[in-house]
């Protein structure tokens, strides 16, 4: 185990014989005399433990470990001092020290202490950077696309991610609601909480109701012990209800109370719990008509519509297509260790065309379809599914053999397979169908 010790101590004897102690480890040591000595070290180098004596000419060695925390949360301290009193140990470990030693008795501790500490340091500092790293997968700069629609959306969520308000997002299937949901919540001060994200729509009313609240043990058969509802999971951080629209009337009431008050009861309690979650919500509905109908809540509709953000279809940001589509390939070729895979001009003609009704969701299910399924470096139309052309003619491209290649396709696919039924369809006899599907290279259904 590997790593920098900054000694401060204003005693040159003591910093020296501490130093050749510890480099005896296998560590580096840094030396200071003064606090701000120290100080300035710890700024220049990668220090992992800090050993510092409480009386210094300038400082307080306990109130010290402020400073030195504010700089480097993940540097532990360990106090010396030569007349230690409870007080000062108390008000150390209060600080942030890692541990407040009397001088006299650290000579058979100080090592087994370093090592603690520095496993201890190493650990946070490894936990801080896979948070960091989470972070910055969910960034707002990670979601790709730079037509206006995006960007007015990317803006919207970016300003109330600073917030606690609550956030409706609106739109298709597919368009990424929930990528955006994780944005919002890692890029707000509640990012190293927990993120929570639970679909409405798969699930009956009556264990979403579980889900989300929890439940007594004998609140219903088969409830043998208390269960921590997704609201107490997500206790500090973000719960994402994705498909909102699909909640019933009841349950609506009882998540009203937690957008209200931050309270709740569990299934089968009768205590009310306290809370404190952010709710983002998504729906592929139009809540307000559901609102005015009856179907939805208007009171709960009103109170998580007070910042709602539209997230546009596919086809309308179609200058983004090209960019999602190289974005996706890259990500399935490192998935299979297919290196320079491109795709042809016609396929790139074909995507860009495309309706895209199920929005991102389908055009990355495409490309991993081709990734798969292409032998060569260049990816092109033939690996497309033929349901894919019953949306996606291809404009300006009149030549027969592909338009016929198009049409059996799409024959196929409404006989599902079936090619007995096929030729009886396209009025064509079987052993010319095997023919031109063998022809035109047609991948079996």
Known sequence: MNGIVLIIDDEKKICSLLSRI?????????????????????????????????????????????DIKAIKPFVEIINLTAYGTIADGVTAIKNGAFDYLVKGDDND??????????????????VFELENKITRKHSFST??????????????????????????????T????????????????????PFVALNCSGFSPELLESELFGYK????????????????????????????????LDLQAKLLRVLENQS??????????????????????????DASTGKFRSDLYYRLSVFSITLP?????KSDILALAEHYLKEFSDKVNRKALKFDDKIIALLSGHNWKGNIRELKNIIERLVIL??????????????FYEFSPLENDYNLQQIEKQHIQKVLVHTKGNKTETSRLLGIGLTTLYRKIEEYQIKEI
């Open 217 to 248: 043990a004998g609140a219903f058969t088969g409830a043998n012990k208390d269960k921590k509802g997704l609201l107490e999971e997500a206790n500090g951080g973000t719960l994402f209800l994705d498909e909102i629209g699909e909640m019933n």
């Open 174 to 193: 597919g368009t990424g609601k929930e990528v955006f949901a994780q944005s919002i919540h890692y890029e707000s001060p509640r990012a190293l909480k």
């Open 374 to 387: 292409s032998d060569g470096e260049t990816l092109n139309t033939s690996a497309l599914p033929p349901e």
């Open 109 to 126: 501790k100080i090592i087994p202490l370093l090592y603690k500490a520095m496993e201890k340091s190493n650990l946070e500092q490894r």
């Open 313 to 317: 279809p596919l086809r309308e940001r």
């Open 22 to 66: 510890i480099e005896l480890e296998g560590f580096k040591t840094l030396q200071a005399n003064t606090g701000k000595e120290g100080l300035k070290l710890l700024k220049t180098n990668d220090v992992n433990l800090v050993i510092s004596d409480v009386k210094l000419p300038d400082y307080n060695g306990v109130a010290l470990v402020k």
């Open 143 to 172: 979601i790709i696309g730079t037509s206006k629609a995006l960007k007015e959306a990317v803006e919207l969520a970016r300003r109330v991610s600073k917030t606690d308000t609550t956030v409706l997002l609106l739109g298709e």
């Open 264 to 289: 709740f009861i569990k299934v089968g309690d009768t205590l009310t719990q306290q809370v404190n979650v952010r709710i983002l919500a998504a729906t592929n509905k139009d809540l307000k008509s």
